[in-house]
Nanobody
Framework: VQLQASGGGLVLAGDSLRLSCAAS????????MGWFRQYPGNERQFVAA????????EYAAPVKGRFSISRDAAKNSVYLHMNSLKPEDTAVYYCAAGIVASSRSRELDEYAYWGQGTQVTVSS
Protein backbone atom coordinates (compact mmCIF):
# COMPACT_ATOMS: atom_id res chain seq x y z
CA VAL A 1 0.00 0.00 0.00
CA GLN A 2 1.34 3.41 -0.95
CA LEU A 3 -0.06 6.35 0.99
CA GLN A 4 0.05 9.98 -0.07
CA ALA A 5 -0.81 12.61 2.52
CA SER A 6 -1.79 16.12 1.48
CA GLY A 7 -3.69 19.18 2.62
CA GLY A 8 -1.27 20.72 5.06
CA GLY A 9 -0.44 24.40 5.05
CA LEU A 10 -0.09 27.61 7.01
CA VAL A 11 -3.23 28.79 8.79
CA LEU A 12 -4.22 31.09 11.63
CA ALA A 13 -5.28 29.92 15.06
CA GLY A 14 -8.96 29.06 14.99
CA ASP A 15 -8.94 28.09 11.33
CA SER A 16 -9.74 24.67 9.88
CA LEU A 17 -7.90 22.29 7.59
CA ARG A 18 -8.69 18.94 6.05
CA LEU A 19 -5.85 16.51 5.55
CA SER A 20 -6.26 13.78 2.97
CA CYS A 21 -4.54 10.43 2.66
CA ALA A 22 -4.95 8.73 -0.69
CA ALA A 23 -3.95 5.13 -1.19
CA SER A 24 -2.77 3.21 -4.19
CA UNK A 25 -1.80 -0.38 -4.66
CA UNK A 26 -4.47 -1.90 -2.45
CA UNK A 27 -7.89 -1.08 -1.14
CA UNK A 28 -7.79 0.67 2.21
CA UNK A 29 -10.92 -1.17 3.28
CA UNK A 30 -8.73 -3.98 4.55
CA UNK A 31 -6.88 -1.76 7.01
CA UNK A 32 -7.40 0.29 10.11
CA MET A 33 -6.13 3.80 9.57
CA GLY A 34 -4.44 6.30 11.80
CA TRP A 35 -3.12 9.83 11.82
CA PHE A 36 -0.01 10.71 13.80
CA ARG A 37 1.95 13.91 14.19
CA GLN A 38 5.56 14.66 14.90
CA TYR A 39 7.13 17.70 16.50
CA PRO A 40 10.79 18.46 15.70
CA GLY A 41 13.09 16.25 17.72
CA ASN A 42 10.26 14.12 19.04
CA GLU A 43 8.70 10.77 18.26
CA ARG A 44 5.49 10.52 16.31
CA GLN A 45 2.41 10.83 18.47
CA PHE A 46 -1.03 9.37 18.01
CA VAL A 47 -3.73 11.77 16.83
CA ALA A 48 -6.69 9.73 15.59
CA ALA A 49 -7.63 6.29 14.37
CA UNK A 50 -10.53 4.72 12.54
CA UNK A 51 -11.55 1.12 12.19
CA UNK A 52 -11.49 -0.79 8.95
CA UNK A 53 -15.19 -0.22 8.26
CA UNK A 54 -15.25 3.28 9.71
CA UNK A 55 -17.61 2.39 12.52
CA UNK A 56 -15.24 3.16 15.38
CA UNK A 57 -12.91 6.07 15.97
CA GLU A 58 -10.49 7.11 18.68
CA TYR A 59 -8.75 10.39 19.41
CA ALA A 60 -5.87 11.69 21.45
CA ALA A 61 -7.00 13.88 24.32
CA PRO A 62 -5.51 17.15 22.94
CA VAL A 63 -7.56 16.91 19.74
CA LYS A 64 -10.77 15.31 20.94
CA GLY A 65 -13.74 17.47 20.05
CA ARG A 66 -11.74 19.47 17.50
CA PHE A 67 -10.52 16.82 15.04
CA SER A 68 -12.51 14.21 13.20
CA ILE A 69 -11.27 11.23 11.21
CA SER A 70 -13.26 9.74 8.36
CA ARG A 71 -12.76 7.43 5.43
CA ASP A 72 -14.23 7.06 1.97
CA ALA A 73 -13.96 3.59 0.49
CA ALA A 74 -15.02 4.76 -2.97
CA LYS A 75 -12.11 7.21 -3.06
CA ASN A 76 -9.76 4.86 -1.22
CA SER A 77 -8.94 7.72 1.10
CA VAL A 78 -8.90 8.76 4.72
CA TYR A 79 -9.32 12.28 6.02
CA LEU A 80 -8.49 14.27 9.12
CA HIS A 81 -10.79 17.23 9.62
CA MET A 82 -9.12 19.72 11.92
CA ASN A 83 -11.12 22.54 13.45
CA SER A 84 -10.25 25.27 15.96
CA LEU A 85 -6.59 24.82 15.23
CA LYS A 86 -4.09 25.93 17.84
CA PRO A 87 -0.39 26.81 17.53
CA GLU A 88 0.43 23.60 19.41
CA ASP A 89 -1.11 21.63 16.53
CA THR A 90 1.86 22.71 14.42
CA ALA A 91 3.62 19.51 13.34
CA VAL A 92 4.19 17.14 10.46
CA TYR A 93 1.16 14.91 10.10
CA TYR A 94 1.41 11.32 8.86
CA CYS A 95 -1.26 8.86 7.83
CA ALA A 96 -0.77 5.17 8.40
CA ALA A 97 -2.46 1.88 7.54
CA GLY A 98 -2.29 -1.38 9.38
CA ILE A 99 -3.93 -4.62 10.32
CA VAL A 100 -4.28 -3.98 14.04
CA ALA A 101 -5.11 -6.35 16.85
CA SER A 102 -8.14 -4.34 17.94
CA SER A 103 -10.40 -2.42 15.59
CA ARG A 104 -8.19 0.65 15.76
CA SER A 105 -4.92 1.45 17.47
CA ARG A 106 -2.87 4.21 19.03
CA GLU A 107 0.35 2.22 18.66
CA LEU A 108 2.82 3.19 15.94
CA ASP A 109 4.21 -0.31 15.57
CA GLU A 110 0.82 -1.72 14.62
CA TYR A 111 0.85 0.30 11.41
CA ALA A 112 2.85 -1.20 8.56
CA TYR A 113 2.37 1.48 5.92
CA TRP A 114 3.06 5.19 6.23
CA GLY A 115 2.58 8.25 4.09
CA GLN A 116 5.30 10.82 3.59
CA GLY A 117 3.92 13.47 5.94
CA THR A 118 2.37 16.87 5.41
CA GLN A 119 3.32 20.01 7.33
CA VAL A 120 0.67 21.88 9.29
CA THR A 121 1.65 25.26 10.69
CA VAL A 122 -0.74 27.24 12.89
CA SER A 123 0.16 30.83 13.52
CA SER A 124 -1.16 32.70 16.53
Amino acid sequence: VQLQASGGGLVLAGDSLRLSCAASGRALSGYAMGWFRQYPGNERQFVAAISRLGTMTEYAAPVKGRFSISRDAAKNSVYLHMNSLKPEDTAVYYCAAGIVASSRSRELDEYAYWGQGTQVTVSS
